[in-house]
């Protein structure tokens, strides 16, 4: 894929157009997320570094209360577009040809754009509403006090019973929109004069023109991010940054102006 440069300003709300592309194209925007990675190491481990610490942290609050965890660690990818927003800058830099650093994230974090802001608070809003309807779910329903892993291992996911059918089904229906609005909608926004409901809109669209490359990319940002998980959070410090840049050469070649 190759992309024009951009000026370091925000590009005006121009028309877009939205290719279709192979389902197999997330193999690329990973090998162009990696290049990234590797171009600016520094950065990219530094973001992958505090989201271990931040999923650590989760861990340490309620080390014996699994049954909130699980809603926790899996609402950790709704949010996951808004912490990845330093890494959408440093890719941006890298294709205008500019250094990025530290520096780089910290303009992106102090311009105070109240439309990532908003953007950001309804993410969270749907993650934390999803932490409740989990711990919900599992406390009420599960047969036994779900307060390790093993509990829930045990108790939910290879029970005689109809609850991590249920919690992934639920799972799911919550995730699929949020995924739909947020996928795009977040580089969008940081890289385009354009509402926050233009960038949701615009975002829905790319599915809609994608819906078989769009549900693989997802399934792979799951998997990955579950593959960091099972490192002891290891894992993220590569994996998160990796997806993060990746995820911005996704929205460079799923949205284009359309001159």
Known sequence: MTSTARSTSRSPAAPVVLPEVGTLRFLDWLALGWRDLRRCPAVALAHGAVLAAFGAAIFGFAPHRFWLLAGAFS????????????????SRALEQGAPPGFSTVRAVWQSGDSRMIRFGMLLALAGTGWVLTSAAMITLWA????????????????????????????????????????????????????????AVLTSWRVVMVNPLPMAAWGAVIMMLTAAGMATALLGLIVLMPLLGHASWHAYRDLVRDAA
Not at 75 to 90: C, D, I, N, S
Not at 162 to 177: D, H, I, V
């Open 143 to 198: 047969p036994q006090p779900i307060n390790e892993p093993a509990d829930f291992l045990r108790h939910v996911v290879i029970a005689d019973s109809w609850l991590f059918e249920a919690w992934l089904a639920m799972g799911g229906l919550l995730a699929a929109p949020v995924f739909a609005s947020s996928v795009i909608a977040m580089p969008m926004l940081l890289d385009r004069q354009c509402g926050v409901l233009d």
């Open 75 to 90: 609402g950790f990818l709704l949010v996951a577009p808004v912490l990845a927003t330093g890494l959408y800058a440093v």
